[in-house]
């Protein structure tokens, strides 16, 4: 094969692979209903526990003389279904806009990190699997299990402003 056929055939394949999704791409998709416009959400989803339970269900009753006694006894049969017995639940948590979410900011997110004993892989100012990670051990104890950054934590963390009432 020909060197040019082979840049022919390499080089959109290799355009495709360094095109990867935007870090955050699903973040401010989906708001709460009357969420301030120009903040950004995502969500953490728990899905519905659902169980099996099987039940002794009586078909018929005993069949039983006059004085009492019993003739036939009950029949029964297994039942099997199943139940929710704890619904989907969904709940909504605020985040720094993808514009905020530049190769600085995540260079100091991943300091930040580090500082705090979360994160132990190099400054890169890129969101790999690493930081993702630290970023869910980080906000685990504050009750989001995500490794999505939320606004909560960058704030924590002292990378997003917090807007004081006036």
Same mark, same amino acid.
């Given at each position: 094969?020909?060197?040019?056929?082979?840049?022919?055939?390499?080089?959109?394949?290799?355009?495709?692979?360094?095109?990867?999704?935007?870090?955050?791409? *699903?973040?401010? *998709?989906?708001?709460?209903?009357?969420?301030?416009?120009?903040?950004?959400? @995502?969500?953490?989803?728990?899905?519905?526990?659902?169980? $099996?339970? $099987?039940?002794?269900?009586?078909?018929?009753?005993?069949?039983?003389? $006059? @004085?009492?006694?019993?003739?036939?006894?009950?029949?029964?049969?297994?039942?099997?279904?199943?139940?929710?017995?704890?619904?989907?639940?969904?709940?909504?948590?605020?985040?720094?806009?993808?514009?905020?979410?530049?190769?600085?900011?995540?260079?100091?997110?991943?300091?930040?990190?580090?500082?705090?004993?979360?994160?132990?892989?190099?400054?890169?100012?890129?969101?790999?699997?690493?930081?993702?990670?630290?970023?869910?051990?980080?906000?685990?104890?504050?009750?989001? @299990?995500?490794? $999505?950054?939320?606004? *909560?934590?960058?704030? @924590?963390?002292?990378?997003?402003?917090?807007?004081?009432?006036?």
């Amino acid at each position: 094969m020909s060197l040019a056929r082979l840049l022919v055939i390499a080089l959109p394949l290799l355009t495709l692979a360094c095109t990867g999704q935007p870090p955050f791409e *699903r973040v401010g *998709r989906a708001a709460p209903p009357g969420a301030p416009p120009g903040t950004c959400w @995502d969500t953490i989803i728990i899905p519905a526990r659902v169980e $099996t339970v $099987t039940e002794q269900v009586m078909i018929a009753p005993p069949v039983k003389s $006059t @004085d009492g006694q019993v003739l036939e006894p009950a029949v029964f049969a297994s039942e099997t279904r199943q139940q929710i017995t704890r619904p989907r639940e969904e709940s909504y948590f605020e985040t720094p806009c993808p514009e905020a979410m530049t190769a600085e900011y995540i260079a100091s997110l991943q300091r930040a990190l580090a500082a705090r004993g979360a994160y132990g892989g190099a400054i890169t100012g890129l969101l790999g699997a690493d930081t993702r990670a630290a970023i869910r051990a980080y906000q685990l104890p504050l009750g989001i @299990d995500s490794t $999505t950054l939320s606004l *909560r934590a960058a704030r @924590d963390l002292g990378l997003s402003a917090v807007h004081l009432p006036t």
